[in-house]
Structure formats: C-alpha cells, structure tokens
C-alpha cells in the first residue's frame, strides 16, 4: 500500500499518542509509591512527560498537513524509544510507566503490519530497557525480566500484525472474487443479452431488405438505434459506478431501481428453442419493471390458445415515458419468431405478445 493510504491510520496513532502523554502524567500524579508520593509530580517527570506531550502535538500538527513519509516515519519511532528510556530512567520500580510506552512504540512501529519494523523496535527497545536496569538497579535487579516480558509482548504484537495482515490479505481476495462474479452476472445477463438482441433484430433488417421493406427495415433499425442509446446510457451508468464516480441527481434518479415484487402463471409446451425465447422475454420484462418502471408489483401470465403462445407482462409502475417506444429487446425476441406485439401503457404498462408454437 502507497503511504499515502496510511495517513488516517498515522493519525490516529499520533492522536493516542497525545492520550498517552496526558494519561501517563495523570497516572504518575496520583501514583502513591512515586517518589514524592500521592498527587506529587517531580520536576524530572513533569519535564519530560511535557517535552513528550509537545512532541506528540508536534508530531499530529505535521501529519495532518503532510502526507507521512519514510522520514518522518523514522524519527517518530525514534522519539518514541526515546522518551520511553527516559521514562524509564525517572520512574524505574515497581510501578514504572515505562513499559507502556515501550510497548507503544513498538505498536506504532507495526501499523504497517510488517515484521521487521516489529522485530527491531522490539530488539531495540530490551536493550534500552535492560540498559536503563544496568544503570540503575544492576542487572541481578528483580526488574530483569521485565525485559523478558517486554520480548514476549513484542512477538505476540509482531505475530497477531502478520495473522492480520493475512486474514485482510484473504478477506480482499475473496471481495474481489465475489465482485469479479457479480460484474460477469451483470454483463451476462444484462448487456450480453442486449447484444444478443442486437444481433436478432440486425437479422430481422437483413431479412426485411431481402423481401424489398426498406421502409419496415428503416422503422426496424430506427427503434434499434434507441434501443442501443439507451443500453449505452445504462452501460456508461454502470461503469461510472464502478469507478465510484458520483452521479448528477437526474442520473441517479434515472438509475435508481426498485425491487417489485412479482407474480408469475405459466403452463405451455413446445420446443425449446421456443421455451428459452419465452424465458427470456419473461426475464426482460422484470427487469425493465424493476429498472425503469419503479413497480411494485409484476404480474407475467404464459398459456397456450389455438397454436400460440400468449404472454402478458404487466407492471403498476409509471408507465412508458414516450408511447412509440418499445422495449427492443423483447421486440426482436417476437419479430424472429413472427410473433406479434402490443403495448398498453396509461400509468402502468402491459405488454401482449402472441407467439405462434409451431
């Protein structure tokens, strides 16, 4: 990941670590075993609790006008080692602050969720500490391992960063998978469709050119040519969402969907290239109920009469916005039949096909 993408997580480690500042100097205020006692803050403590208080302000104040680079990555770990020696060295015992704050510098070292920051700073940090018990109790001290824990909570740090750093690798790969499909269902279904009828009505031109129609063939390419404006629209609609890009009211409103409910009785027979025709006028005709008819409910009836096959698509949506046009689709699923379609639309809008099952 760029740097950049880690700056809200930068800033919310220097905004803990401002907590840290103030949370440490409450502690040690109110700590009775400190060495002037309950509600007592030595010169030393205060000093450099406050010189980390504005080391932290400091450190916030840059990251949130600049992006975090690698530098500023690096004196920041360093600062942290730093004032968590010098914590370490003013209030050394039983009660020492000290371990928190190396514990957060090597917690701020793994936001990136990457070992050998982890490993270092953990390194780091048991030898200062075990410098800081050097010089002032021994190395015999019963602090020793203090260090040993410190270590121990290094590992469990730097092991759970990489389990996550997994886990997330795992999880993104399996959105990935999952938004792969839903794209391939959508152009499957959707425009994968729209082209296949493309194809059927441009056959259905040829045919009527060959029998001297130009005017039919000219009407025929007309509602094709609006039929392909309008699947451009919504293929263009659809990939300005996936860029994420936002939509201008009207197009949103032109988008937006609505999820009907819907009502189907079928009962026919015949072949199945007639079967699979039928299926997919049904299919159409809800999705143009739910994508620009806004319906709430969609009622399909399939039955056979004296030959043919009578579908009934009808929806209590808004209606067709312009009476000349058809839904193309399903139109050059019926002209390569030779069936025959009407249109009813008043408010609402029923579609009457007839098919004829030979």
């Known amino acids: 990941m760029k740097l950049l993408e880690f700056r809200d997580l930068d800033l919310s480690i220097a905004r803990a670590r401002i907590a840290l500042s103030l949370i440490a100097m409450l502690s040690l205020y109110i700590d009775p075993s400190t060495a002037g006692g309950l509600f007592h803050l030595n010169v030393y403590a205060l000093t450099t609790l406050l010189c980390h208080l504005a080391y932290s302000v400091g450190m916030y104040l840059a990251l949130s006008r600049s992006f975090a680079d690698g530098n500023l990555q690096v004196l920041s770990i360093s600062l942290d080692l ?129 029998r001297d129609r130009p005017q039919d063939a000219l009407l025929e390419i007309t509602d094709l040519q609006t039929g392909v404006a309008r699947e451009y629209d919504a293929v263009r609609i659809y990939l300005r969402s996936l860029a994420g890009i936002e939509q201008s009211p009207a197009v949103e409103l032109a988008a937006r969907a609505s999820d009907p409910g819907f009502e189907v009785r079928a009962a026919f027979s015949g072949r199945s290239l007639l079967g699979e025709h039928i299926l997919q006028i049904m299919l159409e005709g809800l999705r143009n109920a739910r994508s620009h008819g806004l319906a709430n409910l969609v009622r399909i009836d399939v039955h056979e009469a004296d030959d043919k096959v009578s579908i009934t698509i009808e929806d209590d949506g808004v209606g067709l916005s312009d009476s000349s046009s058809r839904p193309w689709a399903i139109a050059s699923r019926v002209a390569e039949l030779a069936g025959h379609m009407s249109i009813h639309s008043d408010g609402s809008t029923r579609l009457q096909i007839e098919l004829p099952n030979s």
């Open 82 to 210: 730093f004032f968590a020696t010098a914590v370490a060295f003013i209030t050394e015992g039983q009660t020492s602050a000290s371990y928190v704050f190396f514990v957060f510098a090597i917690v701020a070292a793994g936001n990136r969720a990457k070992s050998r920051p982890i490993v270092t700073v953990t390194f780091l940090s048991v030898a200062l500490y075990l410098l800081v018990i050097f010089l002032t109790k021994g190395l015999t001290s019963v602090y020793d391992m203090r260090a040993v824990y410190l270590a121990i909570a290094g590992y469990l740090i730097g092991f759970f960063s990489e389990q996550r750093a997994l886990f997330e690798a795992q999880l993104r790969e399996l959105e990935t998978r999952a938004e792969r499909q839903s794209i391939a269902r959508s152009l499957h279904d959707g425009y994968v469709q729209a082209l296949a009828g493309v194809n059927l009505r441009l056959e259905t031109c040829r045919a009527l050119l060959k």
